[in-house]
């Protein structure tokens, strides 16, 4: 039989999968600001206040990832991102899915509502197990 135990369980690998999964987060917040135009113009021309959501989610991508990323408060870096993937996923990808023009570009929106499907799950775990290795003292001190 297979033991689970013996399978790699290493901080090296929780601090790579931390850089993994803010990857993402950090690009797409950094880009929130290089390139305001094109995340307008994602949402739909009803939503007010189109820049200030672009800045906004910027921020709470780039803070929530860089929470879990140096494993300071990273639950509560698992929030921020999870209250920033429901809307986006639902309200621009979930759009862009139904009303998209032709077929590619629906799959290419189904594939991003999926994505954000996924990331919100990931995000919810971090929410409620943290982002992985303390050292002893940080255990003996954690609250969050």
Same mark, same amino acid.
């Given at each position: 039989m297979f033991a689970e135990h013996r399978l790699p369980n290493h901080q090296s690998l929780t601090l790579? +999968? /931390?850089g993994l999964f803010t #990857?993402?987060?950090?690009? =797409?917040?950094v880009t929130h600001f290089t390139n $305001?135009?094109?995340y307008? =113009? %994602?949402m739909h021309e009803a939503i007010p206040f /189109?820049?200030? @959501?672009?800045? #906004? =989610?910027?921020v709470?991508?780039?803070v929530g990832a860089a929470m879990i990323l140096f494993n300071w408060r990273? /639950? %509560?870096?698992? @929030?921020?991102?999870? $209250?920033f993937l429901i809307p986006v996923t639902i309200v621009v990808h979930g759009y862009e899915m139904l009303y998209a023009d032709g077929e590619a570009m629906r799959a290419v929106q189904q594939a991003?509502?999926?994505?954000?499907? +996924? %990331? $919100?799950g990931a995000a919810l775990f971090i929410t409620q197990v943290g982002a992985g290795h303390r050292s002893a003292p940080e255990a003996a001190q954690r609250t969050d």
């Open positions: 790579l +999968a /931390r #990857s993402l987060f950090f690009l =797409s917040g $305001i135009p094109y307008v =113009s %994602l /189109r820049v200030f @959501w672009t800045l #906004s =989610s910027g709470v991508e780039l990273p /639950r %509560l870096g698992g @929030w921020l991102l999870v $209250i991003h509502f999926l994505k954000g499907f +996924a %990331l $919100i």
